[in-house]
């Protein structure tokens, strides 16, 4: 009897066209144009060669120091800070208005630099200008202190070349001692495939609301049908929810072998965990199908309303629209995500990706298996009720 | 004979509607019993109940004897419903649907087999098993409809109008099924507000308005209730006020009514009215096209009983 | 004028769709509004740094946060290891620095202590670490020749003090253009879900098979009532555009009242026109509700990734805005986002946006061919 209806429910699903685009096709599709429209942003932030122009005069000229420093800045390799062109300040100008360079520098009795807009870009190159400055400076003012000294000492014989590089060793020894020590999965937009997945857990909730549907005699005439046979309700839903959960996550995995293989989702190294994660996400959308479904009083289609807005709503909370939203929530209102099973699932995903320790990731795992219990208990109470007011 | 249903004192209270009126009766077994009456009489609403579907306020419902709840899976199995709404899965083919919900009465492969097979037969779709719902035409649909509520071969068949919009050729198929399906010993309740199907096909007729029983017995019974016994119906082209007073004065005389070009004349008795009525017509030179006699149907029955048609 | 009627009560049937759209709009375009200003004078940008000192109320470790903090914006987090992790991963902050115990003694004495940093890798980053990188190096050299903290700091205040002048070139504020372009952007999205998207869900429904088999038998000649259909959903379309347009005016009055803003009308309007072109061939080619759910949706919100409504286009890969070309909706935010930036608006300046409405206009012209010639095939065939 069991697989009676675990076969035929599963029948149902994989025919029906409509929802499967929805479960499996749509979110693959919002994959890739999550990718598509994600995959430059980090690349955009992280350090690029900047593009200027320093404008050639006597100033410059004469000045050994900015021209080797700027020299040693614009030196290919993985320090390299600046592409630089030399030219005249016809051109540079020219060069800034078609915005080929963010901006000039320019050396007369002041240091002067030009850029069109206020930027980041243009703080890093302005900041840059302001330590060669400094640093011209200190050398002079060191230089003269060691050269006063040496005077004092009347040493006739002043080696002005050997105690200028040896200023200049100073300065530009790297003395400095920092030690970063940041994680390395910092890619923040992998929070966006997190959230997908949390959404196609969730969707997973249409597929087992569609098999609940036909086991309630007010949803549809196909219930009644059930409803008057000599089998109980909750025997046959069972195996229904089992073809539901076991079509749902044919949809994962289809997603997961996409995310992975072609979009490239870093999930973390550790497999068991992510299947864990998985299972129980499902497991909360199943489960919220069936609160849905029992719950709501009302047409077919406006159940599916609901439950895809409460699934946007809760991939909304948990960054799908914008990630910032998961973080502004977890730091002022941490208690919506607590009891929001998109956020469970995509913190999870997160905690796996970004953390080295499971502590978190076994408390959203807690955290959805509560969920889904309590809303199958729930259901449970819901649909023992087995006669209606009306039908 | 044995009662396979028995309903006593059942009442079924919307919240400003009295669906159902302190209603009782009783099926017996290998009979057709025809619910009749308007929409919205509360047929449907009964059959719910008696499946508890539905929950009532009042009275108690025993099915072979025993008390139905929504537990009863002992009875539920002998029970068979075909719902006036089409109840079939979009996706699964003819065969599957039927093959489903027989398996949810009968768990053996092969006896679920010939039973598919033989409710195949039966509604006369052997050339559509592979097809899926949306292919069918409406009256193929219903006869799906119908097999796969008695596929499994219950003893007590509920059909709720399963011939609502249906197409000549599909009507006499399944009306041929459910006398057949009496015949292989089924006790069948049968409801519709088409008065000529329950005549041909009931054995006893319950009359429903309003949530309440208005009559009951065989169809035969129910006309006496009438109180007419012959109706003739003929076309005129013309015929003035005092023709008409004078039909009226014929001693067995019920009622004479005139339709456009329709006069319609019942009797209370019959004996020659309808060469009377000619005479009568001949002598006052009214021209006729077509004139026809015949017995009251149910509808008239109804029409007496409550002053309004059966289907409006 | 009954097919005309029938349209705006099929049309009211999805007034949900309407508002959520349109309050999304609203969601966007105020959530922008709050972005920071930008002026016409050079402005420092300042990275979010996170300060977490072991060595407080010390000179020199004081000093060091004094520098930081004029040069960034310091941000204050729960002092825990997880909520510092999760502002780090959220880009809350974009650099950490971790001042050890005894920092300010250990430097007078001569030592080199580490501190630890932590980094998002960005170009705010990128600039905290540069500002960090290059107080320490001073310090460290003036540490070589003085041995009191008040003569060293004196000394760092000293050499950091000389500073290149800035000038600006562009005299456009920005921000103010900025927030309007990503209002009319996001818009495209908007424009899209609610124009295609209602008017694909109301024709299916005229033509719903049977529903269509009444109107051709019917005595209503097919052109007038094609024609009626035409006219109610250009209007509707118009009325969708101006409902967004005035939104805009509420939100953005200073800029939209001028020549700039004209220009962002009239580049909405024809993207507002192709929209209705591509919404009539859709319903021709696909009546099922379904599928044009689906597709409607995959056609927004891929335009809406592929062209930039969502992240800004500057941001996208080359390749995908190559295939974006295709889109109608990529022109509209080309435009979109030179009008951010135009600073005289002339013809010549404004030649490039001319031709992108001219695209859009193409676009349109195509959709209404192909539409013409399949809705003719549909007729005599079926």
């Known amino acids: 009897m069991f697989w009676h209806n675990f076969k035929y429910s599963f029948k149902t699903l994989i025919r029906n066209k409509t929802l499967l685009f929805w479960t499996f096709a749509f979110p ?3 994959g890739i144009f999550f990718h598509m429209a994600f995959s430059d942003i980090e690349k955009s932030e992280t350090f690029d060669v900047i593009d200027i122009a320093i404008v050639e005069n006597n100033t410059f000229h004469q000045n050994k120091f900015f021209q080797k420093t700027f020299e040693a800045f614009s030196q290919k390799g993985e320090n390299q800070v600046f592409h630089i062109q030399y030219v005249s300040l016809k051109k540079a100008k020219d060069l800034l208005k078609k915005e080929q360079i963010i901006g000039y520098l320019q050396m007369d009795d002041e240091v002067h630099i030009v850029v069109h807009s206020s930027g980041v870009q243009e703080t890093i190159f302005k900041y840059i200008v302001d330590e060669v400055i400094s640093n011209q400076k200190m050398i002079e003012d060191l230089a003269s202190n060691e050269i006063g000294q040496e005077y004092s000492k009347e040493n006739a014989t002043i080696d ?3 105690i200028y590089a040896e200023i200049t060793k100073l300065v530009y020894s790297d003395t400095e001692s920092l030690d970063n ?22 969707y997973g909730g249409v597929i087992s609301m569609f098999v609940t549907n036909y086991k309630l005699a007010n949803m549809n005439c196909v219930g009644k049908r059930t409803s008057i046979s000599p089998i109980s309700k909750i025997k046959i839903l069972t195996g229904s929810l089992l073809a539901s959960y076991v079509v749902q996550m044919i949809g994962l995995a289809l997603l997961f072998i996409f995310t992975i293989f072609v979009l490239k989702v870093d999930y973390g190294e550790h497999i068991l965990p992510i299947f864990i994660l998985a299972i129980t996400g499902s497991l909360a959308g199943l489960s919220l199908g069936i609160v849905v479904a029992t719950f709501v009083k009302a ?4 159940k599916t309303g609901i439950l895809i807005a409460i699934t946007m709503l809760g991939c909304f909370l948990s960054g799908m629209m914008g990630i910032t939203m998961k973080y502004i929530i977890d730091k002022n209102i941490p208690i919506i995500n607590k009891i929001n099973p998109a956020s469970m699932i995509t913190d999870g995903f997160y905690s796996l990706y970004y953390y080295p320790t499971f502590h978190r990731f076994i408390f959203n795992v807690v955290s959805l298996v509560i969920f889904s219990i309590l809303m199958i208990f729930l259901s449970l109470q819901g649909l023992r009720r087995q006669k209606y007011d009306s039908i | 004979m044995k009662k396979i249903i028995e309903v006593k004192n059942l009442t079924k209270e919307y919240k400003k509607l009295k669906a159902i009126d302190h209603l009782s009766f009783e099926v017996k077994e290998g009979e057709i019993l025809g619910l009749l009456g308007p929409n919205g009489s509360g047929k449907t609403t009964t059959i719910n109940c008696l499946l508890s579907l539905l929950k009532f306020q009042e009275g108690t419902i025993k099915i072979f004897g025993k008390d139905m709840h929504p537990n009863s899976y002992e009875l539920k199995r002998k029970i068979g419903v075909v719902f006036q709404e089409i109840a079939v899965f979009e996706e699964l083919t003819v065969y599957e649907n039927i093959d489903y919900f027989c398996g949810l009465y009968i768990s053996d492969k092969e006896t679920r087999k010939k039973y598919i097979e033989d409710a195949i037969q039966l509604v006369g779709l052997e050339n559509y098993k592979k097809f899926y719902p949306k292919q069918l035409s409406g009256g193929l649909l219903r006869r799906l409809n119908i097999a796969c509520g008695i596929a499994h071969k219950p003893k007590l068949i509920f059909l709720d109008e399963p011939t609502v919009a249906v197409d000549p050729q599909s009507r006499n198929n399944i009306l041929e099924g459910i006398k057949r399906l009496r015949d292989s010993g089924a006790t069948i309740v049968y409801t519709t507000h088409y008065m000529e199907e329950v005549e041909i096909l009931c054995d006893r007729i319950i009359i429903l308005d309003k949530g309440k029983i208005l009559a009951q017995g065989t169809s035969t019974e129910l ?23 004078k039909i009226k004065r014929f001693p067995t005389i019920h009622e004479v009514n005139l339709n456009m070009n329709t006069l319609i004349v019942t009797y209370k008795k019959g004996q020659d009215n309808l060469g009377k009525l000619i005479d009568c017509l001949k002598d006052n030179k009214v021209v006729y096209s077509k004139i026809f006699s015949e017995r009251p149907t149910l509808n008239d029955v109804f029409l007496s009983l409550t002053g309004k048609e059966l289907r409006d | 004028m009954t097919v005309f009627k029938t349209f705006w009560k099929v049309v009211k049937k999805y007034k949900g769709t309407i508002i959520l759209y349109t309050t999304l709009l609203i969601i966007f375009g105020g959530l922008n509004m709050s972005a920071n200003n930008q002026s016409t004078q050079f402005v420092d940008s300042k990275p979010d740094i996170l300060i977490i000192n072991h060595d407080q109320n010390h000179k020199l470790s004081n000093h060091l946060v004094k520098y930081i903090k004029k040069h960034s914006n310091l941000v204050k987090i729960k002092q825990n290891e997880e909520a510092i992790s999760d502002a780090l991963f959220y880009r809350d902050v974009n650099f950490i620095i971790d001042i050890p115990k005894n920092y300010s003694q250990d430097i007078m004495n001569g030592e080199n202590p580490t501190i630890h940093i932590q980094s998002t890798g960005d170009y705010q980053a990128s600039l905290a670490q540069m500002l960090l990188m290059r107080y320490i190096r001073v310090q460290n050299i003036y540490k070589t020749k003085t041995h009191d903290e008040e003569e060293l700091i004196q000394k760092i205040n000293h050499s950091m003090d000389k500073k290149a002048t800035v000038e600006l ?24 879900a609610v124009v295609i998207f209602v008017i694909c869900l109301v024709m299916s429904s005229f033509k719903e098979r049977k529903l269509h088999k009444r109107t051709i038998i019917s005595s209503m000649n097919y052109k007038t009532y094609n024609r009626q259909l035409l006219l109610a959903s250009f209007l509707y379309t118009c009325i969708v555009w101006l409902l967004f347009i005035l939104l805009g005016m509420f939100l953005f009055q200073d800029v939209l009242f001028t020549t700039r803003g004209i220009l962002y009308m009239l580049n909405s309007f024809v993207f507002s026109f192709c929209c209705l072109t591509i919404a009539l061939f859709i319903s021709t080619v696909v009546s099922n509700k379904n599928a044009v759910n689906g597709i409607v949706n995959v056609i927004a919100l891929g335009s809406a990734f592929l062209c930039g409504a969502f992240v800004p286009a500057e941001w996208l890969p080359n390749s995908v805005l190559n ?3 295709i889109l109608p909706a990529y022109w509209y935010i080309h435009s979109n986002d030179l009008l951010k930036k135009v600073e005289i608006l002339d013809f010549n300046n404004l030649k490039p946006i001319f031709i992108n409405c001219l695209v859009m206009i193409g676009f349109s012209i195509i959709f209404i061919i192909i539409n013409n010639i399949i809705s003719k095939h549909k007729q005599k065939f079926n």
């Open chain 3, 169 to 192: 070139t562009s005299k456009l504020d920005i921000s103010k253009t900025s927030n309007v372009s990503t209002y009319f952007s996001f818009a495209s999205y908007s424009i899209m």
């Open chain 1, 299 to 302: 047409g077919e289609n406006t």
């Open chain 2, 223 to 245: 006309k006496e209730l009438a109180n007419i016994d012959e109706k003739i119906t003929v076309e005129v082209e013309k015929i003035s006020e005092k023709v008409i007073d």
């Open chain 1, 181 to 202: 020590v940041s994680k390395t999965n910092l890619s923040y937009t992998m929070i966006e495939y997190y959230t997908l997945i949390a959404m196609a857990c969730l």
């Open chain 3, 323 to 325: 295939i974006a070309h």
């Open chain 1, 160 to 162: 002005y070349n050997k």
């Open chain 1, 28 to 30: 693959i599709l919002l």
